[in-house]
Each structure stands twice: as C-alpha cells, then as structure tokens.
C-alpha cells in the first residue's frame, strides 16, 4: 500500500479488528462438521470491505457502532456464502480462493453447497439476535435490504445472467446487460452495506440516498477493478487464479483495459461527489474509493 493510504490502512486494520472479533465469537463452541465448513470460509480471510464500509458511514454519521457491528457481520457471512458457491464446480470451477483452497476442495461439494446456506441463514439470525438499542422498524429495513441486495433482483440476479452469458454463445452482452451483471452480482452487497450503516445510525432520507449512490458507484468500479486485475494480476497476490475470467462479460472484454480504468475513475469520481455534504467527516470513506482504484488484488 502507497503512503497516500497508510492512515487508512489503519483504520481498516482496526474496523477488520472490530468485526472479526465478533465475527469469529457467533462460531465459537460449534464443532460440528457444517460449522467447521462454514468457519473455514469465514476465516480464510479477505478484505472484509462490505462491513468495514458499513463502519465507516455509521462513523461518518456520529452513530452508534455497536448497534451496527452484528449487521456488519451478518453482510460478511453473505458475501462469503456467495465466494464458496461461486467457486463450485457447477459454477466457477475454482481451487482457490483468498490464498486457500476452496470450500469443495476441503469439505466436498455436497458440504459446500450446504455451508453456504447456512451462512446465508445465520446472517439473518444474527442480525435479530444480536442488534441492541435501535427501534425495530430499523432492524426489519435492515432485514429488507440485505436480503433484496442479495436475492434474486440483486447478487443471485447478477450471478445468474452471469453464467448464462458465459455458457449461453448465442446470448448477447450489451452494455446495459454487462451493467446489470456487476452493478448486482457485486455491486448490491456493497451498496446495502452502506445503506445498512446510514439506517442504523438514524441518518435522513437526504443522507441515507447520498452514501446509497456512493456505494452504488463505488460497487461498480470495485467489480471492473477487479475484472483488470483478474487479466493483469497475480494468482499468488489475488490470492484466487488469475484469468479465469477470460470467457465472461467483463469490462475489459468488452471495452477493453484502457477504457475500462477511465470509466472505473469516472465512477469513483462520482462516488466522491455525494459525500462532499457530509465534509471532512468522509474523510475514509473517500480515500477508501480511491484505494479501490489502486488496489492490486
């Protein structure tokens, strides 16, 4: 990480601290071998940028971080239910993921598959749980976003016209078609986790639509970050093999490196735009849209 992103860097550091402590604390005492399948998944690291995201609005927003942290948590378990079904063979077909081997790889196919609905379920669970000291419309608009963000007209939505364009030759990928692939296979998690922080820390219609868009167009340029680094990265620094992407509908193959950056830049520009209400309280979540730019894996 450059210097410009040493501060942040940090304060990741210690928001990742925050959530896999809690994290880690709704698996412990759970022996059994789905427990053990779902905490290897769990454990295997990542950038946890979904809940660090969530974090850092409700730190924007002066709330209350314990009252967001078991959402947080329950986003992560939904982003990974969906890298371990992703890599199954029936999907992805991958045998690492994170600088591990994936979930089929250890567990077996039948196990991952089931692992991956139960953290589905667990992350439901965990936010009516676990959530303190907020009103209970609160928690049911939580309710309602993670589980649009990652249904059918959302993340499940994205995956699903994404396999079909990959294994359908006779499917046209246009622009709009390629938008709505990665604005929700990828993009929809990471914009209700901003939402989820705005909810939770009581922010106003006005603010809860600025960091909405934010996220929505940081969402975007993350996923074609990620399709460059996928053509130019390094299977030992991605921590997953590298141009496995090569017959998909991704940014760059559709418009190619070049293009692809300056369209990313445009997005993070835009993203930067809805938080100038919010002044120098944005600070992190403005460098944290230009890492996503800069990151290399």
């Not at 709704?26 to 660090?52: C, D, H």
Request: aromatic share 8%.
């Amino acid at each position: 990480m450059t210097s410009n992103f040493l501060d942040l860097d940090k304060y990741i550091k210690r928001k990742t601290l925050i959530i896999e402590k809690n994290l880690y604390s709704y698996f412990e005492n759970k022996n059994t071998i789905l427990w053990q399948a779902m905490n290897y998944s769990i454990r295997a690291g990542g950038k946890r940028l979904r809940p660090v995201i969530a974090l850092a609005v409700c730190e924007m927003l002066e709330g209350n971080e314990e009252v967001v942290i078991p959402s947080a948590c329950a986003i992560e378990m939904i982003h990974t239910q969906s890298l371990i079904h992703d890599d199954l063979p029936s999907i992805d077909n991958d045998d690492l993921r994170r600088g591990k081997p994936t979930n089929h790889k250890v567990y077996g196919e039948a196990m991952a598959i089931i692992a991956g609905d139960g953290l589905i379920t667990l992350a439901f669970y965990t936010i009516c749980k676990y959530t303190k000291n907020t009103e209970y419309i609160n928690i049911l608009k939580v309710i309602e976003e993670l589980s649009y963000a990652a249904g059918p007209d959302g993340m499940c939505g994205g995956q699903a016209i994404d396999i079909i364009a990959e294994k359908n030759k006779e499917f046209i990928v246009d622009e709009n078609i390629l938008n709505y692939i990665h604005s929700n296979k990828t993009g929809a998690i990471i914009k209700a986790s901003g939402k989820i922080g705005a909810i939770l820390s009581n922010a106003s219609e006005n603010e809860i639509e600025l960091i909405t868009s934010y996220c929505k167009n940081i969402g975007l340029a993350f996923q074609i970050i990620d399709d460059i680094l996928d053509v130019k990265g390094e299977t030992r620094i991605l921590g997953k093999t590298a141009r496995k992407d090569i017959n998909k509908a991704t940014f760059p193959n559709f418009y190619g490196i070049e293009k692809s950056i300056k369209i990313a830049k445009e997005l993070v520009e835009n993203a930067i735009s809805n938080l100038d209400y919010f002044g120098n309280k944005a600070k992190y979540l403005i460098d944290l849209a230009y890492y996503i730019l800069e990151r290399n894996y």
